[in-house]
């Protein structure tokens, strides 16, 4: 096994060259949008030998140890970036509505319980809700975190940034609620409009107030916008309400000699056009075998648009060494090509992912 590596070679602008297709590699650079941070701490302290510290609110020591473990392992796993989120939030129905579902992690590494909000209802739904509710001011945002990893990056690494969820997911998920959303989208579309404008404009401000910062070289913004056969609304809807921010976020990039990355979990398929003609992302992520493998988005898009990851989540789970290296060397061989390519999971690595399992997938791809 050749991972975590002793002598990493970070290089953030050779991973931009090759994911906007300028250079074939002999292996392609990794990706993720996520690692878990039960598998972090298991990789901190069992490979790497490190001291894992959990973060304390305003306790800055605490936070700068355990960014520096979150630094130390993409970097000894060969990774050229890290993602950063920022502290960007929108108050939402888990702050107030009541019917909050909570459930046991049954995962090896386990976090105890997980919780997700209802989508039946959100916090607002009508005018008025709009106008009381306590919208984010970009004056309160802490960067802090931000300028810590900056400052403290070893050589040739880079920050993919990404304030929070997407336009779209945070009027869904934080705001709306997706049943509410659904019927407000025939009720009241000015009011949809209002609501998405609001959060695309605050989105793109954060963005704008990054330009400039040290070893930023991109945006990975997430924005869920399907399930297993379609987008969760129509695609109408997404190109009048949601696509224009994108664009703006792109070109924003672009300006700036930074490449934007989406990640959109779901059945695109009918939107794949927009996003790479229109809104002109560099980079698609997230796959799942079930709605269509990385290997045949390749061959459709792949000379169009780069690819992230790809590896599918369950089959990282579920698939036995041997089986799992031949999977992984066909993603590689077939998305190789040309370029445009980083190898990593089809979302993200979650703690139930098998630590041997992730490591292995990497290993592949340093051979």
């Known amino acids: 096994m050749n991972v975590p590596l002793d002598n990493p070679k970070p290089d953030i602008e050779n991973f931009k060259q090759i994911i906007l297709r300028k250079k074939e590699p002999e292996r392609p650079p990794f990706v993720e949008l996520h690692i878990d941070k039960e598998i972090v701490k298991e990789i901190v302290e069992s490979k790497l030998g490190r001291k894992w510290v959990p973060p304390v609110l305003d306790d800055r020591d605490s936070q700068s140890a355990c960014l520096m473990n979150y630094i130390e392992c993409h970097y000894r796993l060969g990774?050229?970036?890290?993602?950063?989120?920022?502290?960007?939030?929108?108050?939402?129905?888990?702050?107030?509505?009541?019917?909050?579902?909570?459930?046991?992690?049954?995962?090896?590494l386990t976090r105890g319980e997980r919780k997700w909000v209802e989508l039946s209802?959100?916090?607002?739904?009508?005018?008025?809700?709009?106008?009381?509710?306590?919208?984010?001011s970009l004056d309160e945002v802490d960067m802090w975190a931000m300028d810590f990893v900056s400052s403290n990056l070893?050589?040739?690494?880079?920050?993919?940034?990404?304030?929070?969820?997407?336009?779209?997911?945070?009027?869904?998920?934080?705001?709306?609620?997706?049943?509410?959303?659904?019927?407000?989208?025939?009720?009241?579309?000015?009011?949809?409009?209002?609501?998405?404008?609001?959060?695309?404009?605050?989105?793109?401000?954060?963005?704008?107030?990054?330009?400039?910062?040290?070893?930023?070289?991109?945006?990975?913004?997430?924005?869920?916008?399907?399930?297993?056969t379609s987008t969760l609304i129509a695609p109408e809807y997404l190109r009048k309400f949601v696509f224009p921010w994108h664009k703006k976020i792109a070109k924003l990039a672009h300006e700036n000699d930074l490449i934007y990355i989406l990640h959109a979990c779901g059945n695109l398929?009918?939107?794949?056009?927009d996003l790479i003609e229109d809104v002109g992302i560099d980079a698609k992520h997230s796959f799942e075998d079930a709605i269509m493998p990385v290997t045949e988005f390749k061959r459709i898009y792949g000379d169009r648009v780069?690819?992230?990851?790809?590896?599918?989540?369950?089959?990282?789970?579920?698939?036995?060494?041997?089986?799992?290296r031949a999977y992984v060397k066909n993603i590689i061989d077939e998305c190789n090509k040309g370029g445009g390519y980083a190898l990593g999971t089809g979302n993200s690595v979650t703690n139930y992912v098998p630590l041997k399992n992730f490591l292995i997938m990497l290993d592949e791809g340093l051979r």
């Open 79 to 108: 990774y050229d970036f890290i993602r950063l989120t920022g502290d960007f939030r929108f108050s939402s129905g888990l702050h107030f509505v009541s019917h909050v579902r909570e459930g046991k992690d049954t995962a090896d």
């Open 121 to 136: 209802a959100g916090v607002i739904n009508s005018w008025e809700d709009f106008e009381k509710y306590p919208w984010p």
């Open 154 to 228: 070893p050589d040739g690494m880079g920050i993919l940034a990404c304030p929070t969820q997407g336009v779209f997911e945070t009027g869904m998920n934080s705001l709306f609620g997706y049943e509410n959303l659904a019927f407000l989208l025939y009720d009241d579309p000015e009011l949809v409009k209002a609501v998405f404008d609001r959060v695309g404009e605050l989105i793109y401000s954060y963005y704008q107030n990054i330009i400039g910062m040290d070893n930023l070289a991109g945006f990975f913004q997430g924005e869920d916008m399907g399930f297993r």
């Open 269 to 273: 398929e009918s939107i794949m056009e």
């Open 306 to 324: 780069g690819i992230m990851g790809g590896v599918d989540v369950d089959n990282l789970c579920r698939m036995e060494e041997k089986d799992l």
